[in-house]
T-cell receptor, first 114, second 114 residues
């Protein structure tokens, strides 16, 4: 009965490749997020979708493109991977966009770019 | 602009001792404040949150935090540490009108020794 799931859990790839990370939530939430956690454990929001519409788009390179096919899914596609993209990427979801709503996090995808 | 400062990147306590993890925030609007815990190789789990109701907030696993507006603080405490409390702890802030965007502190790693 996983709430927020991500695939794959680990991703090792070469510089210049294109890769995707998938996220699914079964909580019935309408808002989903992508966060990046760097090697120093610092967490920063990248994107957020509400009802399949992009509502947060932080200063992220154009090589990163999120896609939300429906409210339960939010995928992250990364083009032309660079060494600096190595990080753990977390998907999260919440009910609504009010600032007090709890976000539920997935287990993370550890991306290593060689 | 909103920001969060966590004093002490590493805190070490003895089992049974008081746990105190410090969090100070900066916000130009009334904040919502959260504490999340991250166990090794896992996603984040909500411990507790402040949403402008009671200033003393009780969370899971015996943790609590007190919102002090005059000190712009939201420190996390637990009267008696357990070995299983060893983890990374993140304080985060959000606010109304921010689309539930979470701004995280740098994290505090809690070590508990026998």
């Amino acid at each position: 009965d996983t709430a927020v799931s991500q695939t794959p859990k680990y991703l090792v790839t070469q510089m210049g490749n294109d890769k995707s990370i998938k996220c699914e939530q079964n909580l019935g939430h309408d808002t989903m997020y992508w966060y990046k956690q760097d090697s120093k454990k610092f967490l920063k929001i990248m994107f957020s979708y509400n009802n399949k519409e992009l509502i947060i788009n932080e200063t992220v390179p154009n090589r990163f493109s999120p896609k939300s096919p429906d409210k339960a899914h939010l995928n992250l596609h990364i083009n032309s991977l660079e060494l600096g993209d190595s990080a753990v990427y977390f998907c999260a979801s919440s009910h609504g966009t009010s600032g007090y709503n709890e976000q539920f996090f997935g287990p993370g995808t550890r991306l290593t770019v060689l | 602009a909103q920001s969060v400062t966590q004093l002490g990147s590493h805190v070490s306590v003895s089992e049974g001792a008081l746990v105190l993890l410090r969090c100070n925030y900066s916000s130009s609007v009334p904040p919502y404040l959260f504490w999340y815990v991250q166990y090794p190789n896992q996603g984040l789990q909500l411990l507790l949150k402040y949403t402008s109701a009671a200033t003393l907030v009780k969370g899971i696993n015996g943790f609590e935090a007190e919102f002090k507006k005059s000190e712009t603080s939201f420190h996390l405490t637990k009267p008696s540490a357990h070995m299983s409390d060893a983890a990374e702890y993140f304080c985060a802030v959000s606010f109304s009108g921010g689309y539930n965007k979470l701004i995280f502190g740098a994290g505090t790693r809690l070590a508990v020794h026998p």
